[in-house]
């Protein structure tokens, strides 16, 4: 059996995955269909201490048989075919996993690529759940109404409120921006590489990550700038949609926003 082992793996991570193929390969035969090798390990970030994740993807009958098998060397994950192909939408448990898919790399295909596609179709959005994200579950509403009111606590000297509602909305922001992009956002750990590796039009790492820690402590130049990006960003979207929905919602904060664009007198 043939794996393709990415370069940047250990030598011990080679071996364990070697392991970890023949192991399934002798427990399932035809009923493995491939490995997909996520974490750490997946994305080239391990360390000494990181184990490895690997999902291990079954037929049906063979993932009826299976349960997750964990150590502190490695973690087999199996999951059955047609549980692959299914694509959780946003706000249900399974969102949250959609994004050990992102960048993963496949190790074993025997499915003619079937396992490739679904696997990038987890990480990804279609139009219809970049609106699903951005207003059916009002993230993009609810970034405005954190910021705006993490910016009327600065404007009232209150620095404690404008820390805190400026840093609840935060995951309400990275959902906007990778919405946005037609992409899952991805695990905090993970932030950062992304945003280098494989970037975000319009949010390049060297200064969005800088405004990130910015907005953590609620300064209002970050919050000011970033909701710029973001309005500009919508309209481009819009745009591109054909429709005028995103800029709806920010133009329906009204008066509000003088205070996001930073107009003496807004409230």
Not at 14 to 21: G, K, P, S, T, Y
Not at 167 to 181: G, H, K, R, T, Y
Request: charged share 25%.
């Amino acid at each position: 059996m043939e794996l393709r082992l990415p370069e940047h793996l250990s030598a011990e991570h080679r071996d364990l995955l070697r392991e970890v193929a023949q192991r399934n390969e002798v427990a399932h035969g035809g009923g493995l269909l491939g490995l997909v090798l996520s974490g750490s390990a997946g994305r080239g970030l391990a360390t000494s201490r990181s184990d490895v994740d690997v999902y291990v993807v079954l037929s049906d009958a063979a993932a009826a048989q299976r349960t997750a098998d964990r150590s502190d060397a490695v973690d087999e994950l199996p999951v059955a075919m047609s549980e692959l192909q299914v694509v959780p939408p946003f706000g249900t448990t399974g969102w949250w996993f959609r994004w050990s898919f992102a960048w993963a790399p496949v190790l074993l295909d025997r499915t003619e690529g079937a396992i490739a596609t679904a696997v990038h179709r987890q990480a990804t959005l279609t139009p219809a759940e970049v609106d699903a994200v951005l207003l059916d579950a009002s993230r993009l509403d609810g970034w405005l109404n954190y910021a705006y009111r993490a910016l009327k606590s600065d404007r009232d000297g209150k620095p404690l409120e404008r820390r805190l509602d400026a840093a609840e909305s935060m995951p309400w922001l990275l959902d906007v921006v990778f919405a946005l992009a037609a992409r899952v956002r991805p695990y905090h750990k993970y932030l950062p590489w992304e945003l280098r590796e494989h970037p975000v039009q319009g949010w390049p790492a060297e200064d969005f990550l800088p405004l990130l820690a910015a907005l953590l402590d609620g300064e209002p130049q970050a919050l000011r700038e970033v909701f710029a990006r973001v309005e500009a960003q919508c309209a481009a979207h819009d745009v591109a949609r054909g429709y005028h929905r995103t800029e709806e919602v920010i133009a329906g904060w009204g008066e509000g926003l003088a205070l996001l664009r930073g107009i003496r007198g807004g409230d």
